[in-house]
């Protein structure tokens, strides 16, 4: 059984940061792409960053220059950075990732439980 565990968020003044961090437990044979997405009330699910097992970046406009996704291989964890928040900024926060339990079957595709990130003053 594999699971995405996330921690982190919280709350904090606009122009502060925090920070989450979501590990995949379980048994995993490789990892893909893992991301952030999230999901505001009145809003649909929306994406926030990506990263490739090799590194690569990507972001939605509305993030860019203010949030740092990375990530461990090793831990088969993702994190994600977020500084200069904004109060539209305030959602809950889900992990994403395409996982490979053993060499014998395809990658699927998990979700993180969600953590709550709530900017306001």
């Known amino acids: 059984q594999v699971q995405l565990v996330e921690s982190g968020g919280g709350w904090v003044h606009p122009g502060g940061s925090l920070s989450v961090a979501c590990a995949a437990s379980?048994?995993?044979?490789?990892?893909?792409?893992m991301g952030w997405y999230r999901h505001a009330p009145g809003k649909q699910l929306e994406l926030v960053a990506i990263i490739s097992n090799g590194g690569s970046t990507n972001y939605a406009d509305y993030v860019k220059g203010r949030f740092t996704i990375s990530r461990d291989n090793a831990k088969n964890t993702v994190y994600l950075q977020m500084n200069s928040l904004k109060p539209e900024d305030t959602a809950v926060y889900y992990c994403?990732?395409?996982?490979?339990?053993?060499?014998?079957?395809?990658?699927?595709?998990?979700w993180g439980q969600g953590t709550q990130v709530t900017v306001s003053s």
């Open positions: 379980g048994s995993i044979c490789r990892n893909y792409a």
């Open positions: 994403n990732a395409d996982l490979q339990r053993t060499m014998f079957t395809q990658r699927s595709n998990y």
